[in-house]
């Protein structure tokens, strides 16, 4: 068996290569219960169900903004939430054409014998809990493994451990018909320079790769979610078109052409810095044989957050706000992004939180 030739073969196929298409992204709106409350808490709004609920139906509602988007990632509580008028958030995104997806994973566990290394947790079971996502409308998932880049960090350990982890992951999710997405984030945190992280992120790649091929899983049906190449988040930054020639070149020599698109976390980067250097990979020469999109989360709703605040008054203005980064991260995807977005509040703060929990 070369790869995954299951009944979901073709669909699987067809929904990773809609999800990556050209002017369109993933919202990841997927912060576990305790994530989304510290989002809320930072508006000074409370983390119960109803508040949780009004954010989400906030962004998934927003007129216009579906047509900038294929995918939203969704946490299990979201899945089955309906909006204020008693429709199933699943069939506001389906008539809006975008594909709901799902985090899969159960956080992170320390790999003992490490500095503080991790490695992913939630094998177990996951086919029982892929296929009821699947019979509930989601068409995709998420499974984000963690890895730093310290002194002698990644280990060996750590990228074998987390990369093997996505691909028993990932053919999981193929035979009960979820795209995977396969995330591999390398933290931002530290004073490395960019060169470090490329050369880092270039060795995680690979091992996922290989762990991917090991386990038979159908390339054409899955998405890469990966960090953008970077200096860490206490060295100088460097201009977008700069991150733009690293990131390419890191997935020029790791990413197989068989995957149809690559959608970028934002790792902490302000707003309007994940846009410009999403823009600059676009705009960038060269051969680039798969989408390059955008997987965003505090990224596309900082602004949108700051704007609401919790209030019924001010829904219309917040959702001016996420529209307005919708239709930015839209026109980045084609390289066309002229800088010209409206910045609401929060559109320039570096979002970064080290050690940044899901």
């Known amino acids: 068996m070369t790869c995954y ?9 067809a929904n990773a290569a809609y999800i990556g298409t050209p002017g369109k992204g993933i919202l990841a709106a997927d912060e576990s219960t305790g994530t989304i409350g510290k989002r809320l808490a930072s508006i000074n709004v ?5 508040n949780r609920r009004a954010l989400r139906e906030l ?10 988007l294929s995918g939203v990632i969704l946490f299990e509580e979201t899945l089955y939430q309906k909006t204020a008028s008693g429709k199933p958030f699943v069939d506001v995104m389906k008539e809006g054409g975008v594909l709901p997806g799902i985090k899969v994973d159960k ?10 290394e991790t490695t992913t947790q939630g094998l177990d079971g996951l086919g029982e809990r892929c296929a009821k996502y699947y019979a509930a409308g989601a068409r995709f998932a998420k499974w984000r493994a963690v890895l730093k880049i310290g002194p002698t960090e990644p280990s060996e350990l750590a990228i074998h451990e987390n990369a093997y982890g996505l691909a028993r992951y990932a053919m999981i999710c ?27 992120s270039e060795r995680v790649l690979a091992a996922c790769y290989k762990a991917l091929n090991d386990h ?22 460097v201009s977008p078109e700069v991150v733009a020639e690293y990131t390419v070149r890191t997935l020029q020599r790791t990413v197989p052409a068989a995957v149809p698109a690559i959608v970028f976390l934002s790792g902490g980067q302000s707003e309007e810095e994940a846009t410009l250097n999403l823009n600059a990979m676009n705009k960038l020469k060269g051969k680039k044989p798969w989408n390059l999109s955008f997987s965003f989360g ?24 996420f529209l307005v980064r919708c239709k930015a991260n839209s026109e980045a995807t084609l ?16 979002l970064h939180v080290k050690d940044y929990k899901y």
């Open 174 to 200: 193929q035979e009960n018909g979820l795209v995977p997405i396969v995330e591999p984030e390398i933290l931002v945190d530290g004073p490395h320079d960019i060169e470090k992280c490329a050369y880092v």
């Open 46 to 50: 409370e983390n119960v169900e109803g």
């Open 107 to 116: 956080g992170t566990v320390v790999l003992t014998g490490t500095d503080g």
């Open 59 to 68: 962004l998934f509602c927003t007129p216009g903004a579906l047509q900038y």
């Open 5 to 13: 030739k299951g009944k979901y073969h073709d669909e699987l196929i």
């Open 216 to 237: 038979h899983v159908l390339l054409e049906g899955t998405l890469l979610k990966p960090n953008m190449v970077t200096p860490g988040s206490e060295a100088k930054k």
């Open 335 to 350: 390289g066309t992004y002229k800088g010209d977005a409206k910045l609401g509040e929060g559109a320039s703060e570096s």
């Open 298 to 321: 505090r990224a596309l709703q900082q602004s949108t957050l700051k704007a609401w605040s919790g209030k019924e008054e001010n829904v219309v203005k917040a959702r001016g706000a």
